[in-house]
């Protein structure tokens, strides 16, 4: 049995950046895509995302900025992770220093446009052609 992409929600996307008009845009382009993009300004409140809520895809990629994670530990990350069901993660890494420790599937470094981001995120779970349509549409 085939499921209708209509009635089939779209998997989410996490985008974890304390830029807030950065995360927008992010946000509009996944969602542009037919990703179910949502943002967190931090890590701590990423943790009120349910990543089972009614109606809704599973979350299956987050995007962190390490810039938001500068006041949490690697473990509070790794928890997170395990808590929203082990989704792919992406870190946008700063250019002068390390990349932070965690179970990062891709790690790109700044300057990074929006264009790129989508592009890597595609490439970690592609949508199926009949299903790439706006989720605003």
Do not use: C, K, N
Request: glycine letters at 6%.
């Amino acid at each position: 049995m085939t499921s209708d992409p209509d009635t089939t929600p779209p998997p989410r996307v996490v985008i974890i950046m304390a830029e807030r008009w950065t995360r927008a845009l992010l946000r509009a382009a996944l969602r542009e895509e037919g990703y179910d993009a949502v943002g967190s300004r931090g890590v701590r409140e990423a943790f009120r995302l349910r990543p089972d809520d009614p109606g809704r895809g599973p979350i299956q990629i987050l995007i962190v900025d390490q810039d938001a994670l500068s006041e949490v530990s690697p473990s509070l990350v790794a928890a997170l992770v395990a808590r929203l069901g082990a989704p792919a993660t992406i870190l946008i890494r700063r250019v002068m220093t390390a990349t932070p420790p965690g179970e990062w599937r891709r790690v790109l470094r700044r300057p990074v446009s929006v264009e790129e981001i989508v592009e890597v995120t595609r490439e970690l779970l592609p949508l199926p052609r009949d299903a790439r349509h706006p989720v605003d549409a």
